[in-house]
């Protein structure tokens, strides 16, 4: 090596060591600081120093050395830091948030589609076995399953009452057209007395308390399973838009954006640092963990309970076969239940008419209902299974948030230079607490006191709504609706399924489950399309081909149906 080399080289590494030197000493000039900050900030502000300087009026990002903040800046840090926090929060939950959301819309479109399609099965029923009272049952039928997909969305209205409802406006149909026939009507007087004498003769035997109990074992975990979603999904629109304490946003203004004060703007906090400066802001959510955890548990619990006459598919896609069990019933009674009906209305003043048959002007397909082949994989029940095994990974969701952001978002990687709050250190040195509000009390970072009204608001609502998930979810002696004494239904619990239950068959057979979930049906389905719909207790099929019969489509409701909003409950 020559002179002239080395003293190149020499020179060089004067020349880098001088560099290191004015680095330690703190930066020469605030272009950058500048650059990022109307970047950040949007837009050019007045009185951005070109140059460091002291900053004597400073709030938080006090330093001995010269600084290229001013105090205006330090207030615009402020706002950016606890937008900051705002952004990352909705950021973690959204994956969460549209998971829920997703699948409740899902399920309420689901179940629209489903009482849609048992409305379908009960009108097709009556236009082949009795085509004569079918247009007349039309608007029964379609009050009745306007009432259930009221109550699983939420309305205040109660099974007992609708189901009662259906069968006092059948008997009047069943005894003009099958007790006492005839090419006749009888007045509506006389029909409103049939009507009211109903409940005192009986006459389509125990189906109407059987149609009661699997309705109010369905529909109400369904029902429930469905506002559960939407409080999970108000949980999460809470805590994203949290307002944090004077605390937690100096200290997170400390820990983002005061490095940038000393040029530092591309430096990161320690891993520890950063973990107790969110800890301390996140302690009150973190206090949401065993709830939310629970809340998930009791949601499965549900899920996982809800099926055979707790399965909504199954009782309403068999609610046909009930009706047509309660109608035979009334025609074997047929003498007595006309002696009966004569002694309380007497004897009905008869005037001549045809009789309306179950028929339509235009296509029968554009009235009908097609039935698809079932699916295992798509019914309602593994939807749900799937939606829980996917909700179950955000069980510590709550608990755990402070270190995911930490982790996955604001902290230097181990090993790397990194932010301490005051300086660019090797490692973190202070120490470091855990989650939660007890864990807080030796924070050097952030001081928290008292709680937070709002979670604790959150927590109360997440206790009840855990109750009635747990309520709901059928066990052994529970959950079993009967008929109290005055025709009343009383609840108690049974996770017992026998044949009074409908889960053996009504002895004409049980229509399979057809809903798919992810083709959803259309408003309008097509009547020629259906060819028969298979019964697997017996021999006997609903051949609809060429009936000329129409469907209910149940418009009348449901069309509405997608833009209810499930109606305050909590």
Known sequence: MDAQTWRAGCCCLLLLALVGSTRSEGVQSCEEVRKLFQWRLVGAVKGLPDSPRSGPDLQVCTSRKPTCCTRKMEERYQTAARQDMQEVLQSSSSTLKFLISRNAAAFQETLENLIRQAENYTSIFFCNSYRNMALEATASVQEFFTDVGLYLFGADVHPEEFVNRFFDGLFPLVYNHLISPGVTDSSLEYSECIRMARRDVSPFGNIPQRVMGQMGRSLLPSRTFLQALN???????????????????????????????????????????????????????????????????????????????????????????????????????????????????????????????????????????????????????????????????????????????????????????????????????????????????????????????????????????????????????????????????????????????????????????????????????NLSDVKQIHQTGGSSTLDTAGSGCSAATGSRAFMLMGAVMLLPWL
Not at 272 to 284: D, Q, T
Not at 361 to 384: D, F, Q, V, Y
Request: hydrophobic share 30%.
């Open 231 to 525: 409080l999970g999904i108000e949980v999460i629109n809470t805590t994203d838009h949290l307002h944090f304490s004077r605390e937690c946003s100096r200290a997170v203004l400390r820990m983002q954006y005061c490095p940038h004060c000393q040029g530092l703007t591309l430096s990161k906090p320690c891993m520890g640092y950063c973990l107790n400066v969110m800890r301390g802001c996140l302690a009150h959510m973190a206090e949401l963990n065993p709830h939310w955890h629970a809340y998930i548990r009791s949601l499965g619990e549900l899920s996982d309970a809800m099926h055979g006459t707790y399965d909504i598919e199954h009782v309403l896609l068999n609610f046909h076969l009930l009706v047509n069990d309660a109608v035979m019933q009334a025609h074997l009674d047929a003498q007595k239940l006309s002696e009966q009906i004569s002694k309380i209305c007497g004897r009905p003043i008869r005037t001549p008419t045809q009789s309306p048959r179950c028929s339509f002007e235009g296509s029968k397909e554009k009235h009908g209902m097609k039935i698809s082949p079932r699916n295992g994989e798509e019914t309602l029940a593994n939807r749900r299974k799937e939606f829980i095994n996917s909700l179950r990974l955000y069980r510590t969701f709550y608990g755990g948030l402070a270190d995911e952001l930490c982790v996955n978002e604001l902290a230097a990687a181990d090993g790397l230079p990194c932010w301490d709050g005051e300086h660019i250190v090797k490692s973190y040195t202070q120490r470091v607490v855990g989650n939660g509000i007890k864990a807080q009390s030796g924070n050097p970072e952030v001081k928290v006191r008292g709680t937070d009204p709002v979670i604790n608001q959150i927590i109360d609502k997440l206790k009840h709504v855990i109750q009635l998930l747990q309520g709901r979810s059928p066990k052994p002696n529970k959950w079993e609706l009967q008929m109290g004494s005055g025709g009343g239904m009383a609840e108690q619990v049974s996770g017992e399924c026998d044949d009074e239950d409908g889960c053996g068959g009504s002895g004409s057979g049980e229509v399979k489950r057809t809903l798919k979930i992810t083709d959803w049906m259309p408003e309008e389905m």
